[in-house]
């Protein structure tokens, strides 16, 4: 078999063909079969040509990014018995189930007889050669501070913690203790997102050093589930967002937008804060034919910090449909208030959010100003730090940063309904009358 070409040679070779070639194979090759990466592998998936020194592996969710991590990782390590290697994810947990002991996890793809020990208590994995990796949290950057290492695996570093800038202290910690060995060298595999770190990885690929590799989701379809694919098409497909998860796009921001990627991916959480109050704000349709009726359903903290915490949104309601969710909203988060806006007949707002629970905590507002001017006060509390996403919220996202000053919208639909409930809700926890002076009692 010409070992330089086998993707070519596998998929282009009929069945005879090969029992034929595994005829001539000895038993020790025989044993490797099914282990032979490159023999799986797509070209994206194996390392680029060139003296690069970090691989950015950009790519939608299921590409197989993990897998291309596990994979290179071990071929290092049986390279060269002096291998040390680093480690990191979001935290040690990933680190562990994923990394390590995942599906597509180092552990899992190496043939049984050449797995790594792998010493939980220690942190470290250590193959048959005597090469080692250990594992990290780039939530924790000063545990990087100090070791050497000749090869890191960065996984998903776009989920890196951003907080106080953790996660760019975190890589560059790695990147400083990167000096073991004679071609120190770096992976890093994530989803595209408009991370900070991410997005200064991609400006210095554009002065070399740095090789970039981008792939779909839709590349890896055959080994996916099918139910996997439709529920990345319906939940993701028609959004701005969808390109970033699936396609594995890096979306840019529009010029002077009032919210950016960037923005909301420093402000992504996984938790936070107890709550003291929970908003929900409702932008209703101006008729059973028109768009959206926006649900957002907000959180304050103990903090003082807000949280968005849910987009429960139906697409073109009916007023019975749309008021029966708000209804299970505020049971199913316990809210504390519904703030709806009332410009399109505040009584028959009332009316109908009154027929669906009799007993909803009620608040109808009247907007005295255009949607993007109301946006800005809560787009400050965004800049600040003082606003959180417990989540990714690809449609209600979409819409945030498609709103511009001076009263323009330039996003999906004909109007940006979930991000005005948001706004409504956030106003209502954290700004009070001063984000709409004019307020109704119902």
């Not at 040390?84 to 990933?94: D, K």
């Not at 909803?360 to 255009?370: E, I």
């Not at 965004?382 to 606003?387: D, F, L, N, P, Q």
Request: hydrophobic share 40%; net charge negative.
């Amino acid at each position: 078999m010409d070992e330089a070409e086998p993707l070519d040679w596998i998929s282009a070779a009929h069945e005879p063909e090969i029992a034929e070639e595994l005829a001539t194979l000895s038993e020790q090759e025989l044993r490797e079969w099914r282990w032979h990466w490159g023999l799986k592998a797509r070209a994206a998936q194996l390392p680029p040509p060139g003296d690069w020194r970090v691989w950015l592996l950009l790519a939608g969710r299921g590409f197989g990014k993990t897998r291309t991590g596990a994979e290179w990782a071990n071929a290092v390590a049986e390279h060269d018995p002096a291998a040390r290697i680093a480690l990191v994810a979001a935290n040690l947990g990933e680190a562990r189930s994923i990394m390590v002991e995942g599906e597509s996890g180092i552990m899992a793809v190496m043939a049984p007889h050449r797995r790594p020990v792998f010493e939980p208590s220690l942190r470290r994995l250590t193959w048959p050669n005597g090469a080692q990796a250990q594992l990290y949290s780039a939530a924790e950057p000063e545990s990087l501070r100090g070791p050497q290492h000749s090869h890191a695996w960065c996984d998903e570093i776009a989920k890196w913690d951003n907080a106080s800038g953790r996660a760019e202290s975190a890589w560059d910690n790695l990147m400083m203790g990167l000096r073991l060995g004679r071609d120190p060298r770096v992976l890093a595999t994530t989803t595209p997102r408009a991370a900070p770190l991410v997005l200064r990885l991609i400006e210095e690929a554009k002065r070399g050093g740095t090789a970039i590799t981008r792939g779909s989701t839709y590349d890896n379809a055959e080994h996916l589930p099918e139910r996997f694919i439709e529920a990345m098409r319906q939940n993701y497909g028609e959004t701005l967002l969808g390109r970033q998860e699936i396609d594995g796009e890096m979306i840019d921001d529009l010029p002077g937008a009032l919210w950016t990627r960037a923005m909301l991916e420093r402000c992504r959480e996984a938790a936070g804060a107890p709550l003291t109050r929970i908003v929900i704000g409702v932008d209703p349709p101006a008729s059973a034919q028109g768009d959206a009726c926006g649900i957002v359903v907000c959180g304050l903290g103990e903090d003082r910090v807000g949280r968005v915490l849910a987009d429960l949104s139906v697409e073109r309601p009916r007023p019975e449909r749309w008021a029966r969710a708000v209804a299970e909203a505020a049971r199913g988060w316990s809210a504390d208030r519904v703030v709806a806006e009332a410009n399109q007949g505040g009584d028959m707002v009332a009316a109908v959010l009154r027929a669906a629970n009799e007993t909803l905590p009620l608040r109808l507002v009247h907007a005295s100003r255009g949607k993007t001017a109301r946006a800005e006060p809560v787009a400050a509390l965004y800049e600040a730090g003082r606003v959180r996403h417990a989540g990714l919220f690809a449609r209600l996202e979409d819409e945030l940063c498609a709103l511009m000053p001076g009263g323009t919208y330039q996003g999906p639909g004909r109007s940006p309904d979930r991000a005005d409930a948001c706004v409504w809700a956030l106003t209502e926890l954290m700004l009070g009358q001063a984000g709409e002076p004019r307020v109704w009692f119902d």
